[in-house]
């Protein structure tokens, strides 16, 4: 049913679109003066761009006063370090427990292929995240402010197992 719905939706929306296809090849025969449109579409261009320039200009420096973000905060203190190889589907981790309220490090490679390393927290959310690529480290500092069951899950594709790439991590109260 709703197959032949879409089909007659479509055809009808086709039918429209070529009947202003016609118009407008028949109308493209007439000449006409198009100088005081093109002027009123430039005013208007203006304008928007200047709405834009008002509006934006704030917002972007609102947004940036928050910066360097609270994972940049946290690069003085002393973090745990944890190393996460990524292979075709499993993570390993130099460890499995970590402190709340202390810095974590992770050190984040690959054996075979990209992956995309990503830390859960217990309701589902993403709290870290970065590429785990081939023959170089990259580096995640996160301060877990609550105690749980944290998972690490794959974010990019990198196999027929993919969905089974998971790991956890422990985080205890400090």
């Known amino acids: 049913m709703y197959q032949q719905l879409a089909w007659q939706v479509t055809l009808i929306l ?3 679109l070529a009947l202003v ?3 407008v090849a ?3 025969r007439q000449h006409a003066d198009y100088e005081p449109i093109q002027h009123r579409g430039y005013r208007i261009r203006t304008r928007f761009f200047w709405a834009l320039v008002l509006l934006g200009t704030p917002t972007l420096l609102y947004s940036m006063t928050d910066l360097p973000y609270a994972a940049m905060r946290d690069r003085g ?3 745990q370090v944890v190393e996460v190889v990524g292979h075709q589907w499993y993570w390993t981790l130099s460890g499995n427990t970590v402190r709340a309220g202390q810095p974590v490090e992770f050190r984040i490679t690959s054996a075979d292929v990209n992956h995309g390393f990503a830390v859960y927290d217990p309701d589902m959310r993403i709290v870290a995240q970065t590429q785990a690529m081939p023959e170089y480290v990259n580096k995640v500092r996160y301060t877990f402010t609550r105690p749980g069951t944290y998972k690490i899950m794959c974010l990019e594709y ?3 197992a993919h969905q089974n790439m ?3 991590i422990q985080v205890q109260e400090s």
């Open 77 to 79: 203190a002393a973090a």
């Open 26 to 28: 028949l109308r493209a």
């Open 14 to 16: 086709v039918s429209a």
């Open 158 to 160: 990198c196999g027929v």
């Open 166 to 168: 998971m790991a956890e």
């Open 21 to 23: 296809f016609v118009f």
